[in-house]
């Protein structure tokens, strides 16, 4: 199994937010088995924070796939299933906010707006330290809140067909051309936007 110094090595640095794709992975694999080589387990991701990078190192989940869906729900929850059962687990991240001190919550509101100061940076990276600590360490019933079922399997990855855009000569996938003017072009040469 890959490790969390794996996910650093590919995010390049460690924060609460991979820690929590760290956990979320580690359960999924824990519940559907071992990790995907191919499209043996798909994972839908309903957000695009850090998390996301430590699904696709853990679990073998990737958009060059086809088994990494996102859906911009900006929610923290996580459905895998397993191919061909359609055996699945969703994941919802449930971490409580901990206590601030005023502090804190000064030195927050520096750093959104910009501060960058040796006090406020402090502050912030001992905070998000002790919030990292307790997500890689807290047991799983604490953050995660896992329903199991059968999910409907989406279709595994089609390889297209590549076409050339007549008007950037770029290459595109075949269901992405257009016709305009009577000629084959990408999205961006259709809608007037190519560069």
Same mark, same amino acid.
């Given at each position: 199994?890959?490790?969390?110094?794996?996910?650093?090595?590919?995010?390049?640095?460690?924060?609460?937010?991979?820690?929590?794709?760290?956990?979320?992975?580690?359960?999924?694999?824990?519940?559907?088995?071992?990790?995907?080589?191919?499209?043996?387990?798909? #994972?839908?991701?309903?957000?695009?924070?850090? #998390?996301?990078?430590?699904?696709?190192?853990?679990?073998?989940?990737?958009?060059?796939?086809?088994?990494?869906?996102?859906?911009?729900?900006?929610?923290?929850?996580?459905?895998?299933?397993?191919?061909?059962?359609?055996?699945?687990?969703?994941?919802?991240?449930?971490?409580?906010?901990?206590?601030?001190?005023?502090?804190?919550?000064?030195?927050?509101?520096?750093?959104?707006?910009?501060?960058?100061?040796?006090?406020?940076?402090?502050?912030?990276?001992?905070?998000?330290?002790?919030?990292?600590?307790?997500?890689?360490?807290?047991?799983?019933?604490?953050?995660?809140?896992?329903?199991?079922?059968?999910?409907?399997?989406?279709?595994?990855?089609?390889?297209?067909?590549?076409?050339?855009?007549?008007?950037?000569?770029?290459?595109?996938?075949?269901?992405?051309?257009?016709?305009?003017?009577?000629?084959?072009?990408?999205?961006?040469?259709?809608?007037?936007?190519?560069?």
């Amino acid at each position: 199994m890959k490790t969390y110094d794996d996910i650093i090595d590919f995010h390049g640095h460690s924060c609460p937010g991979l820690a929590i794709g760290y956990r979320v992975s580690v359960r999924a694999l824990k519940e559907l088995g071992y990790r995907a080589e191919d499209e043996e387990i798909v #994972a839908i991701v309903e957000n695009s924070f850090c #998390a996301v990078d430590a699904v696709q190192v853990m679990t073998g989940c990737t958009f060059g796939k086809g088994n990494l869906i996102f859906k911009d729900y900006g929610k923290q929850v996580y459905t895998f299933i397993r191919r061909p059962s359609g055996k699945s687990v969703r994941i919802a991240v449930n971490i409580k906010k901990q206590p601030e001190s005023s502090e804190e919550k000064k030195a927050w509101e520096k750093y959104s707006k910009v501060d960058r100061s040796g006090k406020v940076l402090k502050v912030v990276h001992d905070r998000k330290a002790a919030k990292l600590k307790y997500i890689l360490e807290v047991n799983d019933k604490e953050i995660l809140s896992v329903a199991r079922g059968n999910a409907t399997l989406p279709p595994e990855a089609h390889i297209y067909k590549s076409l050339t855009c007549e008007v950037c000569s770029e290459q595109m996938m075949e269901p992405r051309a257009r016709i305009k003017d009577g000629k084959t072009v990408c999205l961006l040469c259709f809608e007037g936007r190519a560069k």
